[in-house]
């Protein structure tokens, strides 16, 4: 079979399969992103690959995923640069980014922390051959301090709390998360990526800077008078749209060029426009929609295609409960803490930490930064896709548990 049936054939099975999990995850009250995960998880070779391991190397085959390699490449360019325009805080929340801000950072120094005491217990057995224990350490910090702000927005959607106070903190919250552990990750990917010393990595942190600078002191106001003038309705018509993309994908090659990863420029790239919303609406329903449903999906098939089943094996089964016991403490328990001192009650504390636990895709996006660069390897790829998974399952059941029976002081009972 030539190529192009190839990969029409094998974009076929990835979103019949996406589409079929997302159905029936969503039945069980989870967000369709679950069941892509999923899917993914189950077009590798843990279970689709050890149920038909002749049609799995038929249908995947290492020689013929760079097409696809490319497809989720796009994908994750365009999701990221959605991110970056999504990301603000929620209406209402403004007058609360104090406890915003203790919640967001203990969120993400509490996990990170714990990542760094497990790190000496893991890189032995699960770090490749020549990383060194710091690039790996930090990498397994920022792995288990990443909150997925999209998963949660849309979670609270379909549960009716966006506007809630709950909500709110808990949205302006991950967007601080987010950012934070975002920034640490790129410093440590400069960190991992420059084989030039401090020189190199100077150069490149030098290099971010400068992006960043142009971003927003030069971008932004550029693109600002741009919209004004040729988008005035929020609803950019083709040619502002594809300017748009066009400063997405250079952003993203600028960062990659840099030798860090491109979701980084696309995410800043987004990060920069103006923050109006129905601007936001158009590029979701033009752009989210298709990179979600046709490019996404590939992500995760190629995410899945990296796991190993020998990450249980031996040991491994160990590591796996010690990485989500600690992802899953750091994130509820810390977040929650942070969340009572804010003058919640323990359930709506308890809420926001179940919230804050809920990685999803931004974990897995992370992940590939870390494979990519060679700081881990594909056990721990795998282990740290189940921790994904796991913990943004438990978010919806968790926050129906805490948010269950309301407070009897509150609701005057």
């Known amino acids: 079979m030539g190529h192009v049936p190839h990969l029409l054939l094998q974009l076929a099975v990835i979103l019949a399969a996406a589409r079929l999990l997302a159905w029936l995850l969503r039945r069980l009250g989870q967000p369709p992103v679950i069941g892509e995960m999923v899917a993914g998880l189950a077009l590798g070779p843990i279970v689709f690959g050890a149920l038909a391991p002749d049609l799995h190397g038929w249908l995947f085959p290492r020689e013929k995923l760079a097409a696809l390699e490319g497809l989720s490449q796009v994908g994750i360019v365009l999701f990221m640069f959605i991110v970056g325009v999504e990301l603000r805080a929620p209406a209402g929340a403004r007058g609360r980014f104090g406890a915003a801000g203790r919640i967001g950072t203990v969120g993400v120094l509490l996990p990170a922390a714990l990542g760094l005491a497990i790190a000496p217990a893991l890189h032995?057995?699960?770090?490749?051959?020549?990383?060194?224990?710091?690039?790996?350490?930090?990498f397994v910090a920022i792995s288990l301090a990443i909150t997925a702000f999209p998963v949660m927005a849309r979670i609270l959607k379909d549960q009716g709390l966006a506007r809630s106070p709950v909500g709110q903190l808990s949205l302006?919250?991950?967007?601080?998360?987010?950012?934070?552990?975002?920034?640490?990750?790129?410093?440590?990917?400069?960190?991992?990526?420059?084989h030039s010393g401090w020189n190199g990595f100077l150069r490149t942190t030098a290099g971010l800077v400068a992006i960043a600078a142009i971003a927003f002191g030069v971008l932004r106001p550029l693109i600002a008078r741009m919209l004004a003038r040729h988008a005035a309705d929020g609803r950019p018509g083709g040619t502002v749209l594809s300017s748009l993309l066009i400063g997405a994908c250079a952003m993203a090659a600028a960062t990659e060029w840099l030798g860090l990863h491109a979701v980084f420029g696309a995410f800043l790239f987004g990060a920069c426009l103006p923050r109006d919303d129905r601007l936001l609406d158009t590029l979701i329903e033009r752009i989210e929609h298709v990179a979600v449903l046709m490019l996404m999906p590939v992500f995760f098939a190629l995410a899945g295609l990296n796991t190993t089943a020998d990450a249980f094996a031996g040991s491994g089964l160990a590591a796996l409960l010690l990485i989500l016991f600690v992802?899953?403490?750091?994130?509820?328990?810390?977040?929650?803490?942070?969340?009572?001192?804010?003058?919640?009650?323990?359930?709506?504390?308890?809420?926001?930490?179940?919230?804050?636990?809920?990685?999803?895709?931004?974990?897995?996006?992370?992940?590939?930064?870390?494979?990519?660069?060679?700081?881990?390897?594909?056990?721990?790829?795998?282990?740290?896709?189940?921790?994904?998974i796991a913990t943004t399952l438990m978010t919806t059941p968790m926050l129906g548990l805490c948010l269950r029976v309301r407070d009897p002081i509150r609701s005057g009972g």
Not at 124 to 138: H, I, K, S
Not at 334 to 341: H, L, N, P, T, Y
């Open 124 to 138: 032995a057995r699960l770090a490749p051959a020549g990383v060194g224990f710091w690039p790996f350490a930090l």
């Open 172 to 194: 302006a919250a991950a967007a601080i998360a987010d950012v934070l552990a975002w920034i640490m990750l790129a410093f440590v990917v400069a960190l991992i990526g420059t």
């Open 327 to 388: 992802a899953i403490a750091g994130k509820v328990l810390g977040a929650a803490a942070a969340a009572r001192s804010a003058a919640l009650s323990w359930r709506e504390a308890f809420a926001v930490g179940s919230l804050m636990n809920a990685r999803g895709l931004m974990e897995l996006i992370v992940m590939k930064v870390g494979l990519d660069a060679g700081v881990i390897g594909p056990e721990l790829f795998t282990m740290l896709m189940v921790m994904a």
